[in-house]
């Protein structure tokens, strides 16, 4: 996770530091599977806390879920990545395992 400055409010004169998560993208969501692939490619530092690779995984499910409803080709692939996102968020956070995904 890199660090920018920000201003502080107008009574401070003190700069506020806010963390930026490097891993996320900001460009148009995928359309494609093969397209969220690549969108979700970066990840947090190795050394990152545990927070950012929660964090990270609710992320990257949140995509895959997106491109299941707009990729029918790739529906179900598409479903299982982001189930797999959701796991390993789950079970960074001590609750076992993620619920069976159900791709409406």
């Known amino acids: ?30 359309m494609t599977l093969q397209a969220a692939h690549d969108y979700v490619r970066r990840t947090p530092d190795e050394k990152a ?27 179900y692939e598409a479903g299982a990545n982001a189930w797999l996102a959701k796991d390993n968020a789950v079970k960074l956070q001590g609750f076992g395992e993620a619920e069976a995904a159900l791709i409406s």
């Open 49 to 75: 806390p545990r927070a950012e690779w929660i964090a990270y995984y609710v992320w990257r499910s949140e995509i895959y879920r997106h491109v299941s409803a707009v990729d029918t080709r790739h529906r």
């Open 1 to 30: 996770m890199s660090t920018e400055q920000i201003a502080g409010p107008s009574t401070s004169s003190a700069a506020h530091v806010r963390k930026v998560e490097a891993w996320r993208n900001s460009a148009r969501l995928p």
